[in-house]
């Protein structure tokens, strides 16, 4: 039972336009939700996170949208970089985020040059 | 500030033997948890761990697998007779208990 899903293992999008990444989640405890890249052979870095009492929070060139009643946040990325080239990973946790993340499997992206 | 320290990185080991695998969490953080990621794979919750407690172990398999969080030192992932089917990056991270958790570099695990 797949509580996180991203549907798109790839996306590849061109240096300087936006790069969208998408994620479901199914349990309705869920209340926190976060982003994470990852390079090969690395750890997963921590993008941007977001509360379910929010529907957007915004970082320099990333920002999350959350749409609860569709049970559906995704990342927007703009301008895209080549360096934003990696593995994200959406997770989503209970209790404010005190409980362990659940995750996606990921969406390799690729931003040419 | 030092982030999340995991070792060793990379960590062989012949069927039967036993890994032991480390974390110290960031400064100020105690609360840790285990993740494992095999191939192809997103992370996996394995165990989840306060101070000298474990408060969720739900995805640790029944046995082999073991955790702890001493009072003093770093926690411990602990597989004892390691099968191939163990060979995986483990990651673990921290927390202050609410809000984000973050990762440290991994340990690969790789086994004969």
């Known amino acids: 039972d797949q509580q996180v899903k991203q549907n798109s293992p790839s996306l590849s999008v061109q240096e300087g336009r936006i790069s969208i990444l998408n994620c479901d989640y199914t349990?309705?405890?869920?209340?926190?939700f976060l982003w994470y890249k990852k390079y090969p052979a690395e750890g997963p870095t921590f993008l941007i996170s977001?509360?379910?009492?929010?529907d957007k929070n915004e970082d320099g060139r990333f920002t999350v949208f959350l749409n609860k009643s569709a049970k559906h946040l995704s990342l927007h990325i703009v301008p895209s970089q080549p360096g934003d080239s990696a593995v994200y990973f959406c997770?989503?946790?209970?209790?404010?985020?005190?409980?362990?993340?659940?995750f996606g499997k990921g969406t390799k992206l690729t931003v040419n040059p | 500030n030092a982030g999340v320290m995991q070792n060793p990185r990379h960590l062989v080991r012949r069927r039967g033997q036993e890994a032991r695998l480390r974390c110290s969490p960031m400064k100020g953080h105690s609360h840790v948890y285990w993740y494992r990621q095999l191939p192809e794979e997103g992370l996996k919750f394995m165990v989840y761990?306060?101070?000298?407690?474990?408060?969720?172990e739900s995805g640790m398999p029944k046995e082999r697998f073991s955790a702890e969080f001493p009072k003093e030192g770093p926690s411990i992932l602990r597989i004892q007779q390691v099968v191939r089917g163990d060979s995986a990056a483990y990651f673990c991270?921290?927390?202050?208990?609410?809000?984000?958790?973050?990762f440290g570099p991994g340990t690969r695990l790789t086994v004969l």
């Open positions: 761990l306060q101070k000298e407690n474990i408060i969720d």
């Open positions: 349990n309705s405890m869920f209340d926190y």
């Open positions: 977001i509360s379910s009492i929010k």
């Open positions: 997770a989503a946790s209970a209790q404010g985020g005190s409980e362990k993340l659940v």
């Open positions: 991270a921290s927390s202050p208990g609410q809000g984000t958790q973050y």
